[in-house]
């Protein structure tokens, strides 16, 4: 969805950030969910019983998702022009029951 409104010429924040960082965190195989944005192991499966695992697959997830806050948060002061430019803007909220 994302891809087809910047296609369209609207102008998504962060939009190639974030999908890099999806990427990372897809390549690492863990099964996780996003909750606000960060990524949580659920404690299910092979997680339910081994906390040695799970806080080690853990610990990178949030190694992932530490560094792109913090490319982000540059990210951001660089595209402020961007939001205060007469461009087309779009957000996007993910929303889960």
């Known amino acids: 969805m994302e891809a087809c409104l910047v296609e369209a010429g ?4 962060l939009f190639d950030l974030n999908r890099c960082y999806r990427k990372q965190l897809r390549e690492t195989g863990i099964p996780h969910i996003l909750i606000l944005g960060k990524p949580v192991i659920p404690r299910r499966g092979v997680y339910q019983d081994d906390e040695q695992k799970w806080q080690r697959d853990e610990n990178q997830l949030n190694r992932i998702a530490d560094e792109y806050l913090t490319k982000a948060l540059a990210e951001r002061e660089i595209e402020r022009s961007h939001l ?7 957000r996007i909220y993910y929303l889960s029951g």
């Open 10 to 13: 609207f102008f998504v924040p």
């Open 84 to 90: 205060e430019s007469e461009n087309k803007q779009a």
